[in-house]
């Protein structure tokens, strides 16, 4: 079918910016004949012409040089985009746009667009600007005090579960958000820690942002922070939920105030921050560890390093901080031939002394730990494809009989977790694919089709039961219950 118009997608113009003289348009025979109501009617030729190409003529205007006699809306024939046959009582022939209708349309570039008309863009111009990811909810169109008020206050759904004695947790079976969260892999996500503020959720992205979520009801992003310029590899909340504690790949460690968005305390190290760890009997004292062989303490009162635990290794991949907050555990790269002397080892924080350094003998590293939220043991998580329970009081030993294995770790920083009770754990996947277990029997329970790439962080919620946040390598976050 021959198209309606005669459509030119160049910036052309003419010189002195006017348009040709207008011809007389060929629909004036067909109006004589069918009448302009009929014209007008969206059951002839489908939906009514957009507003750019019609205008209300008053008596003696006319775009040709004709006079009317009463005011009438003059259309231009100018469908963009469509093609067809103009019938009228006579004959049905295909119909060409005069030319004076695209120079029209050239000139009307230029020009204020009508209200709710979108003005519009050339096409070489659009592929010369990249666009932009859309977020799943705008701060932009957030109230300030709305999102103040979900930074501060309880929320409606926690509300219930508050001052109650948590039962036994449960698995998740249906997805309740699904969020584009970030542009780029997310390293961690975590429920804030206080109850009375545990819909806020914490996500950490390779993207240089780390960002506030309301993961309980509506999924909206209460805040963004952008203070590094360097990806933001690790990031956790202060005891008090008031704070945000993150590290980067630009050598820098960051407090940062959760409602304002102020930097309260930056420090720099003189490596890529890999791991953090607040230390639980003072939390104005964390941890930094990375591409380096020492672990540095922090004070963020004097923005001056406390201590510093050297050992013979070159990245740190995870701290944790054992019960009572006396000893922690680092987890190195190291896999020659000795590496069960550094693959985990145990420190004193006060002294910075090694209180052990045989914990696991086998040539894999540990990307992740977690710590049992009641009994004195934590897991680590394998490139051997498994999770190791350890106990956590010396000498550190490893449960040789119980072993979390089914899902796939591959190289990626896959984080795992326990339930407030400890009587689930659960971890991600490089399958993409969420695998909860039975912690005392170490059976699957569930496994969860959770994202098409690599699951790097699960989080089970403290107060909600069976309520479970996920991330994956391609920035998505989901919420499931």
């Known amino acids: 079918m021959t198209s309606l118009v005669a459509y030119d997608d160049s910036d052309q113009e003419d010189d002195d910016g006017a348009l040709p003289p207008l011809a007389k348009c060929p629909m004036d025979d ?3 004949s069918q009448g302009n109501q009929k014209w007008l009617d969206s059951n002839f030729y489908g939906p009514l012409l957009p507003s750019p ?13 004709r006079t009317v006699s009463e005011p009438h809306r003059e259309i231009y024939p100018l469908p963009l985009g469509l093609s067809g046959i103009v019938e009228n009582s006579s004959s049905s022939k295909p119909y060409s746009a005069p030319q004076y209708c695209v120079n029209l349309t050239t000139a009307k570039r230029h020009q204020a667009a009508p209200p709710g008309v979108s003005p519009y863009i050339p096409k070489r111009q659009r592929l010369a600007t990249p666009g932009k990811r859309e977020e799943p909810t705008s701060l932009e169109t957030t ?3 709305t999102v103040s008020r979900l930074l501060t206050e309880v929320s409606e759904r926690v509300r219930p579960y508050l001052g109650t004695r948590p039962g ?3 698995v998740p079976r249906c997805m309740q958000l699904s969020l584009q969260a970030h542009q780029a892999p997310i390293n961690v996500i975590q429920w804030c820690p206080v109850p009375q503020l545990s819909h806020l959720l914490l996500s950490a992205s390779m993207d240089k942002t780390v960002k506030i979520w309301d993961g309980a009801e509506s999924g909206q992003c209460l805040q963004v922070y952008s203070s590094h310029s360097g990806a933001v590899r690790d990031a956790c909340w202060s005891p008090c939920g008031r704070r945000l504690l993150t590290g980067s790949f630009d050598n820098t460690a960051m407090v940062t105030d959760v409602e304002t968005g102020q930097q309260i305390v930056k420090v720099g190290n003189q490596f890529k921050v890999m791991c953090l760890a607040v230390q639980p009997d003072d939390p104005e004292v964390f941890l930094c560890g990375g591409y380096s062989s020492e672990v540095k303490a922090w004070d963020a ?4 390093v406390e201590r510093v635990y050297r050992a013979r290794i070159q990245q740190t991949l995870a701290i944790l901080f054992l019960t009572g907050g006396r000893e922690f555990v680092t987890s190195s790269d190291s896999v020659s031939r000795d590496s069960a002397e550094r693959t985990l080892i145990a420190w004193d924080f006060q002294t910075t002394a090694k209180v ?6 086998e040539r894999y590293t540990c990307p992740s730990l977690a710590l049992h939220p009641q009994q004195d043991s934590f897991v680590a998580q394998s490139n051997g494809n498994y999770m190791a329970l350890f106990s956590s009081q010396r000498p550190y030993r490893m449960n040789k ?7 796939k770790v591959e190289g990626y920083a896959v984080r795992c977790g326990f339930s407030p009770d400890g009587s689930i754990l659960a971890t991600g996947s490089s399958t993409g694919s969420v695998h909860f277990y039975d912690q005392q029997s170490a059976r699957t329970l569930h496994t969860l089709l959770a994202h098409q790439q690599a699951c790097m962080c699960v989080c ?3 107060v909600l039961p069976a309520v479970v946040a996920t991330c994956d390598w391609g920035g998505e976050l989901r919420i499931w219950q």
Request: hydrophobic letters at 15%.
């Open 356 to 361: 052990s350094n045989q914990i696991y003998h």
């Open 30 to 32: 067909i109006r004589q």
């Open 460 to 462: 089970l919620h403290p």
């Open 401 to 407: 009989r119980r072993r979390y294995d089914g899902h």
């Open 168 to 170: 036994r947790a449960a």
């Open 53 to 65: 190409h019609y205008k209300q003529l008053e008596i003696g205007q006319c775009g040709d040089g």
């Open 143 to 145: 109230d300030k005090s």
């Open 301 to 304: 009162r004097t923005c001056k």
